[in-house]
């Protein structure tokens, strides 16, 4: 035991720093991401969280995009800001500002792509290329592809991490996070995580692990039927847009098919009735996919930003990220799309 505590050898001697299950899903993560190392915790914020605290200290500046993940945008406006910890957010797809703002002084570029809930797409290698110019580590929030559609550690980025509650886990019966790529950034991570204490379960490992049995056919039955249900959707009356990767008429199709093996199961469409009050009575028509806040499951899951994603955000941040009230995200499961398509179109007859 005193070898294990040491580190002088391998071995397990307490659960909020180490545990067996949970180092078989780091491994798990580590390999299909291509990285030297992989550390998790308990939720996917957790693992964020444990990232920015870790490589940031007061008088360090963060570069990211204006509409990542809600609880990502808490932490960036929020919090870093009381740490003296410099942050500047960017239109997404605005490459020429983000390169900019960049070259102005970046210690840590923070990306998200596809990003939750409008699945906008950043060109990760340009971006990277960018931020090692600038002596900056990079961060990727693959949650979306998953390592099956996307791998940013191939296209420059120096670490890549997942809300694993998502599409790792599968089944919505899970919460973790886990984060890869250079041993020296991960273990720094990790040593803030042991001591901060957001380990991951094990039998939340466990669950995951299991989950990522059948991951890759998840992914492919998702992503084939996100593309179906976004083709439909495109093409009525009703739905005034549509937000999905493999739409050729979305502004970032060319960048993903370039740095996408595949579109992945989320989309995101809005009503022509642009109100929450319109998408209240949409919701309870839908048959087949369940109202909540979770995604990735087997299971469609369909909610409005305004009371999932970015809850945390008002209706006047959430506009200023491109976010209209409107909005509702789907999370494509692995039934018929045929089924999907119907109860779609059921739903959407009085609108």
């Known amino acids: 035991m005193a070898g294990c505590s040491t580190w002088k050898k391998k071995g397990h001697i307490y659960g909020r720093n180490t545990n067996p299950t949970v180092e078989v899903f780091e491994e798990k993560i580590r390999l299909l991401e291509g990285a030297e190392a992989a550390t998790s915790a308990a939720t996917g914020m957790g693992i964020i969280s444990s990232t920015l605290f870790a490589l940031l200290a007061p008088g ?26 410099g942050v500047k957010l960017c ?126 056919l998840r992914i492919q039955r998702q992503s084939s039927n996100a593309m179906a249900v976004a083709s439909y959707l495109e093409s009525h009356p009703a739905i005034e847009r549509v937000f999905y990767p493999g739409l050729s008429s979305h502004d970032g199709h060319v960048i993903a098919k370039e740095q996408m093996k595949g579109f992945g199961g989320m989309l995101s469409f809005m009503l022509k009735e642009n109100s929450l009050q319109a998408v209240s009575r949409f919701l309870p028509r839908l048959k087949f996919a369940h109202a909540a806040a979770n995604l990735g499951s087997v299971e469609t899951i369909v909610g409005p930003p305004a009371t999932t994603s970015h809850v945390e955000c ?28 119907a109860d779609l179109k059921q739903a959407l007859q009085s609108f």
């Open 60 to 85: 360090k500046r963060v570069v990211s995009a204006k509409d990542t993940y809600g609880g990502t945008n808490v932490i960036f406006t929020e919090f870093l800001p009381k740490f003296q910890i």
């Open 91 to 216: 239109d997404t797809t605005d490459h020429n500002q983000i390169e900019a703002e960049i070259a102005k002084g970046c210690d840590l570029l923070y990306l998200e792509s596809p990003t939750n809930p409008t699945t906008k797409v950043v060109h990760l290698a340009r971006l990277s290329k960018a931020g090692k110019a600038a002596g900056a580590i990079i961060v990727v929030d693959n949650t979306f592809a998953t390592p099956i559609n996307q791998n940013p550690l191939e296209l420059g980025a120096d670490l890549v991490l997942h809300s694993a509650t998502k599409y790792l886990g599968g089944h919505a019966d899970a919460l973790g996070g886990v984060i890869c790529g250079t041993k020296e950034l991960v273990d720094r991570i990790y040593h803030f995580r042991e001591i901060n204490g957001a380990t991951l379960h094990p039998m939340a490992a466990d669950l995951l692990l299991r989950g990522m049995k059948t991951l890759d």
């Open 314 to 341: 008002t209706a006047a941040e959430r506009s200023a990220m491109g976010i209209p009230e409107s909005l509702i995200r789907y999370s494509t499961g692995i039934e018929d799309s045929a089924d999907l398509i």
